[in-house]
């Protein structure tokens, strides 16, 4: 299974850390949010990584190289200014996903979820990893019943950031700039969306502060 990581947004809550470094890089624990990402995928043996950059993309490029170093494979999606979102980065990097279903993570997020359970995983459309509502999003974002992730419950569980998509997802998709969102609540009606809730530990890494609390957390 080949892994995207999203790496393109400007990170405008996190300035001014982002204002001349990109929100991957930022470290915490002596190792960038990336690097972290990256080791979660490689200890799952997957080491073939898509990551899309825009904003001082170069940077990332720069440090990261074709990952040898770290032990993957690494190829890049760049992107015009201002990004393409969620869902027109992904549609984007298709050609170099591939056929098959593929893994998409968000570089800003730190988390011990093992990506190991993820690789058998054959959804129709999509399947989301979902966590417990951070007090920063206690709206939550979606239902999930039985496995499957649907438009109305009780609670709703947030997005971890992390979920295997399969490549006709966005097949009716024109390449340029729009958010996956819509897309996912089209297939939720459809029933092509599957989930699961992860209850270890997930850390949105969104603002300066958050950053130190997780800094802390990891000390």
Known sequence: MKAMILAAGRGERMRPLTDDLPKP????????????????????GIDELVIN??????????????????????????????ALETGGGIRQALYLLGNDPFLVLNADVWTD?????????????????????????????????HGQVVSDGNEKLTYSGIGVYHPRFFSACDE?????????????????????CYSGR?????????????EQLLA
């Open 113 to 145: 979820f093992d990506y190991t359970g993820l690789l058998s995983c054959q959804p129709a459309g999509a399947h989301l990893v979902l966590v417990d509502n951070p007090l920063q999003h206690a709206q939550g974002d979606f239902f999930l019943s």
């Open 25 to 44: 890089l930022l470290s915490v624990a002596g190792k960038t949010l990336i690097e972290h990402q990256i080791a979660g995928l490689q200890s799952a």
């Open 176 to 196: 340029g700039r729009f958010p996956l969102a819509p897309l996912l609540h089209v297939a939720i009606e459809r029933g092509e969306v599957s989930g699961q």
């Open 202 to 214: 997930w850390f949105d890494v969104g603002t300066p502060q958050r950053l130190e609390q997780l």
């Open 53 to 82: 950059h825009a904003w001082l993309g170069d940077r990332i490029v720069a440090h990261l190289g074709d990952g040898s170093r770290l032990g993957v494979s690494i190829q890049y999606s760049a992107e015009p200014p201002g």
